[in-house]
Nanobody, 124 residues
Framework: VQLQASGGGSVQAGDSLRLSCADS????????MGWFRQAPGKEREFVAA????????YYTDFVKGRFTISRDNAENTVSLEMNNLKPEDTAVYYC??????????????????WGQGTLVTVSS
């Protein structure tokens, strides 16, 4: 699995961005997928996850109602729609994949494969 995250950029507070995670060589359909982020000087933190079946999604409290994770197995992509962005959302965002893992969706150890990260900068 070689994940590639894209869609980051520099925006103003209140704007929206859509991040995408793709793998050109292997289907992502049997993988639980997660998004994490890491701000400068801080530890990597969980943002959102979607079960491999696509039926369940999970969010950390500070993005609930603003971010939406989804997957398109036909396109072999996982997306993170981010609305009403805030300066504190500034971070490098990483997508991650875990093969039908049963661990905690908010734990980095649950995921085996990681993308290279895409930078999101939100200015006030």
């Amino acid at each position: 699995v070689q994940l590639q995250a894209s869609g980051g950029g520099s925006v103003q507070a209140g704007d929206s961005l859509r991040l995408s995670c793709a793998d050109s060589g292997r289907t992502l359909s049997p993988y639980n997928m997660g998004w994490f982020r890491q701000a400068p000087g801080k530890e990597r933190e969980f943002v959102a996850a979607i079960r491999w079946t696509g039926g369940s999604t999970y969010y950390t409290d500070f993005v609930k109602g603003r971010f939406t994770i989804s997957r398109d197995n036909a396109e072999n992509t996982v997306s993170l729609e981010m609305n009403n962005l805030k300066p504190e959302d500034t971070a490098v965002y990483y997508c991650a994949a875990g093969y039908r893992t049963s661990g905690s969706f908010n734990s980095p150890s649950t995921y085996t494969y990681w993308g290279q990260g895409t930078l999101v900068t939100v200015s006030s």
